[in-house]
């Protein structure tokens, strides 16, 4: 098992950043994929972005493309999300994620196939 805190969420106007961070510890943080997700009022929790083990590949959300990156530093098992050109509809509790052993950062872009979860942290995003 693995314990994840995220932070860094808060409250920003459209077209403005943030960057998220997630420190990890238990597992060998090293050892499996991490990502991020997020949930809205009344909606399912989402995928966002995925990031491989050593950090070599990501994966994103169509509706993140280009705006959002993740990134992870094994050496202090964190995991982070860069948040820019925010738009309302971003606006949600974003929950680090962390995968399977056996679950690649590309497959975990479901709730099942995460392991364990973060307690999240609030993004909210102004018109």
């Known amino acids: 098992q693995v314990q994840l805190v995220e932070s860094g969420g808060g409250l920003v106007q459209a077209g403005g950043s943030l960057r998220l961070s997630c420190a990890a510890s238990?597992?060998?943080?090293?050892?499996?994929?991490m990502g991020w997700f997020r949930q809205a009022p009344g909606k399912d929790r989402e995928f966002v972005a995925t990031?491989?083990?050593?950090?070599?590949?990501?994966y994103y959300a169509d509706s993140v493309k280009g705006r959002f990156t993740i990134s992870r530093d094994n050496a202090k098992n964190m995991v982070y999300l860069h948040v820019n050109s925010l738009k309302p509809e971003d606006t949600a509790v974003y929950y680090c994620?962390?995968?399977?052993?056996?679950?690649?950062?590309?497959?975990?872009?479901?709730?099942?196939?995460?392991?364990?979860w973060g307690q999240g942290t609030q993004v909210t995003v102004s018109s």
């Open positions: 994620a962390a995968g399977f052993s056996s679950t690649s950062a590309r497959a975990m872009i479901v709730p099942s196939a995460v392991e364990d």
């Open positions: 238990g597992r060998t943080f090293s050892s499996y994929a």
């Open positions: 990031i491989t083990w050593n950090g070599g590949s990501t």
